[in-house]
């Protein structure tokens, strides 16, 4: 197979998730904030909080219609340039995106229609209602979405089925371990927390550029202050979620954590890379293991061979690849002889239940396909720490400006808060670099590696929808900035001087 139609299917995917990530973490993130504005609308019945609500849900409609587009094209994805993966876990996979269609997805979609055109059309207590719940359908949607993706990263629930070459669930005990895989919910928090942080540094970062024009001073004060309080929980509990990701990866995904890490030779007190040449003993080892005496492996271990803390000896990638072509030569014999000569291939399945847990090594070349993009991934995690470092750095001294009533007064803070939203995006971005192309080559770790899951192909097809995606997507993206920077140029149009209501709409 021509190696380039991989890659340029992995490009396409890679473009079309990335893009999708855009919109995801600020759609999250959003709702949050526009639930507390409307919240605090209908405890204290000022019209002012109603009107400022109003503004961030216009801007939370334009991201949302676009991202419900580019998801829309991800699923498409998975059966067009990825078929044989579809095949292989449509068991699986297929259970936790209809649940998220049918359920999360037209929640979401039913309140928002009720929340963006209903005001004054339903009671305040049921638009308030809905408002949150388009928040939460957007929530699950998402937990949906990372059970699949997590199962990606950590394949439980399932057995391998040779009959249909199939990864399929057996039982409904099975479907809960899916469902409550550590991977998944691990990636559900630090996601949703993501959007947060997203979501709360965007509206913190626009309400300092009404106070940098002098426009809307008591809306953008407000706004930053909810921003900022949705954004730190975002950030801080981000680095909480990272940390059990952590603890996931070294357990599960030990090569991710070393190309993480730049680690190729580990030991035990491993230190943790702050960048080259500049290192602290011993916090990988606590940072992995919550142990700073605990075994790391490196790189160079992984491939080797080695220990690990509770003991297991995991053999050498080469001896992973040779089970593996065992596991396949004995899968081939199997449905060969199983109609025509149920006893020999009674003995290739046992050969095969002996080797099954390597069968995806077995469509590797070479021990050195097993290590991923090492600066790419090592680079992506420094990133993305740093530049949430940025973002606790910004909700400190947006705490304490607002707290003095200084913000508006302190330019260089202001100008920060408009700096700090692309970092948040990247942010994100790089964390999904560092979780996709950490546990290169696989598509499902340990089963399934890239170069077996994708479709048949020409490569001038897969060339040319990328260029057609990527020619949509910037137009997308160019209309949707032009839509928001006419909204913000509008501003909110509130009255500051609006009087309390205190009857009904």
Known sequence: MDASIFIWSRLQFAMTAAYHWLFVPLTLGLSMVMAIMETMYVVKKDEFWKKAAKFWMKVFAINFAVGIATGIILEFE?????????????????????????????????????????????????????????????????????VANGWMQNPVGTTFNPDTVRSEMASSAAFWEVIS????????????????????????????????????????????LIGAIVGAIGVFGGFISGDRSGVNAAELQPMKLAASEGLWDGGRRAAFSVV?????????????THDFNGYVPGINDIISGYASNNGEVIPSAEEKIQMGKTAIAALKGYRENRDSNPAVAAEYRQVLEQNEKYL????????????????????????????????????????????????????????????????AYLSGQFGWVVAEVGRQPW???????????????????????????????????????RIMIQAFKKGPEIDEAVPVVTNNE
């Open 443 to 481: 598509t499902i770790q340990g089963l399934l590696p890239v170069k077996a899951a994708i479709s048949s192909l020409s490569v001038g097809a897969v060339k040319t929808t990328f260029f057609v995606f990527l020619g949509v997507f910037a137009l997308f993206l160019v209309i949707e900035i």
């Open 181 to 224: 895989n550590p991977m998944a919910v691990d990636k559900f928090f630090h996601s949703v927390l993501n959007g947060w942080f997203v979501g709360g540094t965007f509206v913190l970062g626009m309400s300092c550029w009404f106070l940098l024009k002098k426009r809307e001073i008591k809306f953008a004060k407000r706004s930053a």
């Open 78 to 146: 998975f059966g067009t340039n990825w078929s044989n993966y579809s095949w292989f876990v449509g068991d699986l996979f297929g259970a936790p995106l209809a649940i998220e269609g049918i359920i999360a997805f037209f929640m979401e979609a039913t309140f928002f229609a009720v929340m963006f055109f209903g005001w004054n059309k339903v009671s305040k207590k049921f638009h308030l209602a809905s408002t949150w719940l388009t928040g939460i359908g957007a929530t699950i949607s998402a937990y949906w979405i990372l």
């Open 276 to 288: 080259p040449g500049v290192e602290v003993p011993g916090v990988l080892s606590f940072l992995a």
């Open 360 to 423: 995806g090594y077995g469509y590797l070349d070479s021990p050195e396909e097993l290590i991923p993009n090492v600066p790419l991934v090592y680079w992506s995690f420094r990133l993305m720490i740093g530049f949430g470092m940025v973002g606790i750095l910004l909700f400190i001294l947006a705490f304490i400006a607002l707290h003095k009533d200084k913000l508006q007064d302190w330019k260089w803070l202001l100008w920060l808060g408009i700096i700090t939203i692309p970092m």
